[in-house]
């Protein structure tokens, strides 16, 4: 004890920070000093080591201030444990690694409260070194507590990656027989996994640390407010509530001494997020000011922990039409922001987005008031907020929002596994505020920076390449005069009732960028389901199923689809435009492209010389294809007789689509046809040669892959415009595939992927080896069918063929017959041979197949047979003229179905000469 210590309560400095730390347990000595207690403790062992100078009563000394600060900060008063934990650590310096460790980890943790979260960060790696030095006996558990810390830290700097792999290692570290450390890391990850918007994940591992048995009221509360906030993002309103309402409760009587009030802050959040979810802005306006009061009232008005309820605060009252306040609070958390987190941080690009909208909104409720205003005496004024110019300032507000996302997403895609990273695309809305301006070349910009950048992560995965995103003038050089790239999107507008819409870029070899306004999403969604529905009716009466007959003919759909979808664009395209490269978004992948019909009832396909789809503008910029057409063999995959399944009815919705594959004889002739085409030394497989082993092992890359079997996709249960949750609905990526010869031989038994039952999900053609392979085709049901990802594309099998290595893939959008593909098929190919664009040659063909057809029966039938066909490249658009098939050897076809017309003229000239010779 010090010379002339008073203190009745003094415990060994050593000792201190046991009791600090751990200040819920009861001490087996006595109970936890106060921090008025502590404070006496450490002034006089200041005072004895001033008087002895000796290295033990400094040691002393800076234990006891380290018990001092934890005891501080667990109070809420980090400012003031901050001085006493960096004198703390000081005089540790010298201290063994396991004490400097300690009191280097109590310092991170208030600067983080303090919002140093940087400086925390680098701290926390040091504490991490140091107890890694340790003998191995020594490092647990403080290590894994350490890795925990820094894992937080990394989370809140925005370091995802590094913080999920933490978070991964700690866990699968904790040993089963450690409950509270184990439920406390699942709730780290959890809330991990809730920041990228997997929220199942995230859901998941808080049901499994709830489940566990241990004793912490406080954790266990966390926990469920974690859950509860998880099922609000998935949907589950009723459960969501219910859990708020229980842990905001329980939060106020735990939390009852006004010194420990601010700790129920996160619970009241969350009930206020629940109720603006719902529509109630002023009831959750309402919650967040009393959480931004509580927090103000314990932590002052600068503390970081201030930047959740203001952004939240700024949210309820923008939604409520209060845009003055939401901008003064949105404005603050920005600037606390500024103070406390990195400039690129996912909570920064949030903040910014909802300031630069809040600004769009304000300056779209002044524009109304002032039109109001001019139209009650009488004047005209022109602004109004379809016309609105948005003020310079506001525009720089959307640069700045839209430049810290796409830093964001240069960083994200790169990480972690595709669930996730989808997930993590869904919380970047890049191109909703660019459109909002109506500016094009900032919207061309964003679009050809964001659009399909996870699929070209993915493709550059392994290699030495790298994304270049390159500018729109630079997209522009790779357009040939007579050419045109179109480039859509699906965006929310910035009205006070915002609606989702579609959008396009119209790029021409010469001038600026064009934005052109198309329709909504609502009514596109409308416009295919009626289109569906029809083509269902015509699928059924050709195969002699009857049934009433939609109201509505194909004629009355395709017209407002071209009306609403591609009439806007047609506008802006010059004469002598006749080639096209189109990179839709979100539904429009489902556009019936060659059959939409124009003004005078004529197929887009007679209008254009080619219309092929890409993913994004990049494609345009990138290398040509590798070969052509006919420089290598070809490997032709041909089923047309499938074994039968033994599998009972009602076992899953593949299964029992499996159980009734039918034959296909027209895919024979198909391959046949095909066969006779292709190059010297090609491969023809077919029926039980036709394997996903013979796919999977291939000699080598084919020049052209061709594939005449069945496809399959599995129709979701979520609408439309719902938001992905990958984890919770993983099927998606496995809703769709190709099946080979023993497809329907899959059993409820058989694993969800293996590498010879025949069913090739787009996860296992990913994975095929098709570098060097130019062109795709899938001659199958449905194989360009898929579930559309805003901005990311169209997740399915020509994403996996694309992944694979393919430059250029022929899929098919909705149900084919065998029967009529043959000789679609065969002319698509002698186009695509005789001018090595096959992208113009199936458009070519598509126009060969469905103009001249009289009544719309007979046009409906040439929709259904030959429509569906897109062509979809990841190269630059290559142009040309009619394409013209040379004769070869003598025209027996064309001479034998003249030969009825040659036999009847020649029996008109006998007949007139037999009349001569008898008069």
Known sequence: MPPGCRHALYLPACLLLTVAIAAAEEATVTAPPSEGELEEVAAEWKAAWEKSGSAADSLSYGLTLQGLGIIERTAGKPAEAKPHLEEAVQRLATAEPAARADALEALALTREDLGEVETAGTELRQVVALREALPPEEREPSLGQGRDHLALNLLIQGHYPEAGDLFEKTLAATPPGDPLSRARRLGYLGRYLHTLGSHARAAAACREALDLKFDDDELRLTLTSQLALAELRLGRLDEARHNMETCAEQACALYQDPALAFRAEPYLNNLGVLDLSQGRALEAATTFAESLRLLEAARGTEDASLIRPLNNLGCAEQAAGDYKRAGQHLQRAAD????????????????????ARNSLLAGYADATAETRR???IGHELLTDMGRHEIAADVVAEIDRATGIGLELLDEMVRHGSEQERLNFLQRLDLVSLPCATGDPARIAGVLAASKARLLDAMIEEGTTKSTVVPSWEEIQKTLKPGSAFVDACRYLDTSTEPQ?????????????????????SADLDRWLGLFRKRLSWRTGELAGTHSPAPALTMRSVLRPL????????????PAGTEHIAFSPDGALHFLPLAALLDGSMQPLCARYLQVVTVTSARDLAGTAAPQRLDASPWTVFGVSDFPKSTEPPGESQLLDLLGGLGSMPGTAEETRLIGKLAPPGSVLLRDAAATESALAHLAQPPAVLHLGSHAFFLSSHLAADAVLDFDENEDLLYSGGLLLHGAALRTANSPLISGTDDVLFPSEVAKLSLHGTRLVTLSSCESGAGTAVSGEGLLGLRRGFALAGAREIAVALWPVSDRSTPQFMERFYRLALASD????????????FLTGVNNDDEFEAAVLRYGPFVMSQNTPLETGGEIIVKQVGFPWKPTLLALPLLLFLLARLWAKGSKRTAE
């Open 336 to 355: 606390l922001q500024a103070k406390h987190l990195p400039r690129v941080h996912l909570r920064v690009a949030e903040t910014a987005r909802n300031l």
């Open 374 to 376: 001019a139209t009650e």
């Open 500 to 520: 989702m819409r579609y959008g396009a870029i119209v790029l021409l070899p010469q001038g600026p960028p064009k934005w052109v306004p198309l329709g909504n």
């Open 562 to 573: 071209y009306d609403g979808y591609w009439e806007p664009i047609a506008r802006e395209l």
């Open 837 to 848: 664009r096959p992208g113009q040659a199936l458009w070519q063909c598509q126009r060969e």
